[in-house]
């Protein structure tokens, strides 16, 4: 995390470094909102019962009417649980667990309008991030158990080669889009929605078969073996499906920001119009 939290203050030092120059200007902001997930434990929908609160920071340095260029760290919490999902499909495994998601991202930023005629206008944006998460879940007695240490499917288990065991720090790719309202030449405000393209199924720790019960239960102990199915009746046989690993989980954010420009942005010549008002 070290590492993220250098590469994100050196991104703050270039973009005031470059804010200097007249030709943009620099803006900060912070946002709050919430979070959700979409993945093994819902049936890959989008549902209301994964939402947890989020918010992050950001700094975004503005080229020009319509490109810009941010960085961000957001620091948020999803979570998901089979008897909540609705789907008769997973209601029997019983499974739940949240996750606390720390990310940095760099995105480039389109405005869809000229900020130069309008005081209300749409944008998108897109860019790479790392973040980190670690799925841990509650056993019976309430007692807060990470997940990955126990290898539910077998990740990283000699007799499971080629199941590798997952890293807990990965890239995305955020999407999103959001509509700015510049409220004063010094502040704007912004509704904003995103979705993380992930590159593994195991930010539930579901993804795939079950490990068989005996290899389980030598490996990793009874906790592993009471975690990886918590329905009624018997461990499900080694080998069957657990979880669908031909669709990556995601997570999505949502929120309000407020951003705050340095200088003084001019509204009469290339960022703003003198018929504009506020």
């Not at 703050?12 to 093994?40: E, K, P, T, W």
């Amino acid at each position: 995390m070290k590492r993220i939290l250098i590469v994100f203050l050196f991104g703050i030092s270039f973009c005031y470094a470059n804010a200097q120059d007249d030709q943009g200007f620099l803006q900060v902001g912070i946002m709050a909102g919430g979070s959700g997930y979409a993945g093994d434990l819902t049936g890959n929908n989008i549902s209301l019962n994964t939402i947890h609160s989020g918010g992050g920071v950001e700094v975004r340095y503005v080229f020009s009417n319509y490109f810009g260029f941010r960085g961000t760290i957001n620091y948020t919490k999803v979570g998901g649980q089979d008897k909540k999902s609705g789907d008769s499909a997973i209601l029997g495994r019983n499974l739940s667990f949240e996750t606390n998601i720390l990310e940095v991202s760099a995105c480039a930023e389109v405005n869809l309008l000229s900020p130069e005629l309008f005081s209300v206008y749409p944008y998108l944006f897109a860019g790479v991030g790392y973040y980190h998460f670690n799925p841990y879940t509650f056993d019976d007695a309430g007692k807060k158990v990470f997940l990955r240490p126990l290898s539910t499917e077998g990740e990283g288990l000699p007799q499971y080669p080629k199941r590798k065991e997952y890293s807990l720090n990965q890239l995305c790719i955020p999407l999103g889009a959001g509509i700015k309202w510049s409220i004063s030449p010094k502040f704007d405000v912004a509704a904003e929605v995103g979705v993380r393209k992930l590159f593994t199924d195991y930010l539930d720790d579901v993804s795939t078969r079950y490990a068989a019960y005996d290899i389980l239960l030598q490996d990793r102990g009874p906790e592993a073996v009471a975690l990886a199915y918590r329905g009624e009746g018997k461990y499900p046989n080694g080998g069957s499906i657990r979880g669908n690993s031909t669709k990556k989980d995601i997570y999505y954010t949502f929120g309000l920001k407020v951003l705050y420009s340095f200088g003084t942005r001019d509204f009469s010549g290339r960022y703003g119009s003198p018929n504009r008002l506020y």
